[in-house]
């Protein structure tokens, strides 16, 4: 066995297998979670928001929490159709760091004096992302792995990674402590996606057309959630940093071209 | 079918690799007897040391004990990737091996 | 409700859970534990022991299939937030007691083999009734079947489990411990939830009284598979050889003497008595499979 505190000595079964359990997750978290009830620091101080500002920030963490439900809801649908041992305890972590997140958001909206939060995700909710949300669960109901992971952990989980990063650099305090450690969590559930689809791309090159009509018909929903979130977060058009680029990036690693 | 990263490589290298301490850097998203073999990403002003690589998937920084050259194995283990270098225009990249 | 449902939030999971009772816990026991050395060098009592924790194994990805089927059913965010933590905790069991087949000496490639060598099919068959109500996206059915029937009976096994193995073999005790504290959210849950459910869709009980006696069933005639199956009591195979008799006692009955039917009787008595009691409790009538 090779020296287990040097990651890059590992070997390749030894690698997979440590970062997909529960006991790598566990001790992950712990890094980043201990001390900070509901993902933020006791130290970090609030700041007052003006009423723009505080209307503008609860529309955007409703639509986090359409797309925390649906990861929620597609990651342990996966579950049990995952093809081994390794991916269903690796989708049990990420079903807890989804639920995680949709709580973190919804405890956010209520310091915001947001009473009823069900209400108004359906009120504010985004229309791309709502069907973005519904054609993912149609590929878990139909149990179709590849789909299901290039929705869900390749499509999904980039956006937020890229939104929640950019995000939390021009949110208030306590919103960007919160959303780093939601990023933390991302960088996993969307390495998963992309290791574990390059990998199926790799022995059935067959399933890249199929795959690429799938990601051409979502290609639209995602690219206008991003639009929209950029509105809502009041930033100008000419300053919008290329968010799309980092989620074109990673399919392009996959093979698929735009 | 061979696994090209696990057969022997070559040995292309000239000059002894440069070997380096590794000490904490904050980064806290892994189990600890890892850390120090990361460290988070500071934006397109950050520059990289010999002995490090930018994941592209997670925009992490990866670090190594040893110089890093083309050819060379290492893991992104924030976002369970498997890492190969290449060189490409004099600099070193980092592309995943699925 | 929102405050009885923040009682069961990834938060207090969280405090409770990694940051508590798993902290310094290497697949639930110590780092330094370890299967006694008596134990591995008698293959009739290692066979026993691979024989009990295919059980177990086989019970944990029910249960994890179960509950992370339901969490696309639950009727709201605070449910499909504890039913994430569940999902997580079943997955941790079915990591643990697959790592303890392997540190019983089984190879990782020879691992499903093992399981279908070793299941009881009659606890296939209890899956099957669970993981149909799931499939079909019944949430109360499902909850009943998942956290009142299945944990119910989980909690008991383990604790039956822990007594007998707490003297002799400390690493399963210890990793038995942790499923144990689990299962205790999974019941409270199961129980305070549903009985307010049960109480709005009254005309579900006929439905879920049914599946209790089939699922009841199927467990029962595990329970007798699993004790006639060895000639060791199926009770205290987490032990080394011999230390049935320095075992202590179970339901009243000495460990050292008791034979395998008083403790198949006392482990059945011990489960239908909660079964009763707790689905008295949230108001529907316990049906006997008999």
Request: glycine share 6%; aromatic share 8%.
């Amino acid at each position: 066995m090779s020296n287990q505190s040097n990651p890059h000595e590992l070997g390749d079964a030894d690698f997979h297998s440590t970062v997909h359990s529960f006991e790598f997750w566990f001790e992950a978290v712990e890094g980043y979670l201990h001390g900070r009830p509901y993902g933020v620091s006791p130290s970090t101080k609030d700041v007052e928001l003006d009423e723009r500002q505080r209307e503008g920030l609860i529309t955007t963490l409703c639509n986090y929490c359409v797309g925390e439900t649906a990861a929620l809801e597609a990651s342990s649908g996966m579950i049990r159709f995952a093809p081994d041992r390794h991916a269903k305890i690796f989708l049990s972590t990420q079903v807890v760091d989804e639920g995680r997140h949709l709580e973190v958001l919804l405890h956010r909206m209520a310091q915001l004096g947001v009473a009823e939060p069900e209400a108004e995700i359906e009120k504010r909710a985004n229309r791309s992302l709502l069907k973005f949300k519904d054609r993912l669960l149609d590929f878990v109901d139909a149990r179709d792995w590849e789909a299901s992971v290039l929705a869900q952990n390749v499509i999904l989980e980039c956006l937020e990674f890229t939104v929640f990063r950019h995000h939390s650099g021009t949110a208030d305090p306590v919103t960007a402590d919160m959303l780093r450690g939601i990023v933390s969590d991302e960088r996993r559930h969307m390495g998963f996606g992309e290791n574990d689809l390059g990998r199926r791309l790799l022995m059935a090159p067959h399933t890249h057309d199929r795959l690429h009509k799938i990601k051409r018909e979502l290609d639209t929903l995602v690219l206008d959630t991003f639009e929209e979130t950029l509105g809502e977060l009041g930033v100008d058009r000419a300053e919008r940093p290329d968010l799309a680029g980092d989620y074109l990036a990673a399919v392009a690693r996959l093979g698929f071209r735009s | 079918m061979t696994d090209p990263l696990e057969t022997e490589r070559p040995v292309q290298e000239r000059k002894p690799r440069r070997s380096f301490e590794l000490e904490e850097t904050g980064f806290n998203e892994v189990p600890k007897r890892f850390r120090k073999f990361y460290r988070r990403w500071r934006g397109p002003g950050d520059t990289l040391g010999p002995n490090e690589a930018l994941c592209p998937v997670c925009k992490v920084v990866i670090r190594s004990v040893k110089e890093l050259r083309a050819g060379d194995r290492v893991y992104c283990m924030p976002c369970m990737s498997r890492l190969e270098l290449v060189e490409e225009d004099g600099m070193l990249l980092a592309k995943v091996i699925y | 409700m929102a405050d009885f449902l923040s009682n069961y939030s990834i938060q207090k999971w969280l405090e409770s859970c990694p940051q508590g009772y798993l902290e310094d816990t290497v697949y639930g026991h110590g780092a330094d534990e370890r299967e006694p050395e008596e134990l591995l060098k008698n293959e009739q009592f290692r066979e026993a022991q691979i024989r009990t924790t295919v059980q177990l194994i086989a019970g944990e990805r029910c249960a994890l299939a179960a509950s992370s089927g339901l969490i696309n059913a639950a009727p709201d965010a605070a449910s499909k937030t504890f039913l994430a933590t569940q999902t997580l905790d079943e997955g941790r069991h079915v990591e643990i007691f697959t790592q303890r087949l392997f540190d019983l000496g089984i190879a990782q490639d020879d691992l499903e083999s093992t399981i279908k060598t070793y299941i009881n099919p009659n606890l296939g068959k209890f899956a099957e009734v669970l993981l149909e109500k799931v499939d079909k996206k019944d949430f109360v059915a499902g909850v009943v079947g998942q956290n009142i029937v299945l944990e119910g009976m989980a909690f008991s096994v383990f604790e039956m489990l822990h007594a007998t193995s707490s003297d002799m073999n400390p690493k399963f005790a210890h990793t038995l411990a942790g499923t144990i504290a689990d299962e205790r959210r999974h019941v409270g849950f199961g129980e305070n939830r549903i009985g307010e459910l049960i109480r709005r869709y009254p005309e579900k009980k006929p439905e879920i009284e049914r599946m209790q006696r089939d699922m009841t069933k199927h467990m029962l005639a595990t329970f007798h598979d699993s004790f006639a199956a060895s000639p060791l009591a199926a009770a205290s195979p987490s032990v080394a050889p011999g230390a049935r008799k320095s075992a202590g006692t179970y339901q009243g009955l000495n460990l050292a003497e008791a034979s395998n039917e008083e403790m198949e009787g006392a482990l059945s008595s011990v489960v239908l008595n909660e079964f009763k009691t707790r689905l008295g409790r949230i108001g529907l009538e316990y049906q006997s499979p008999v």
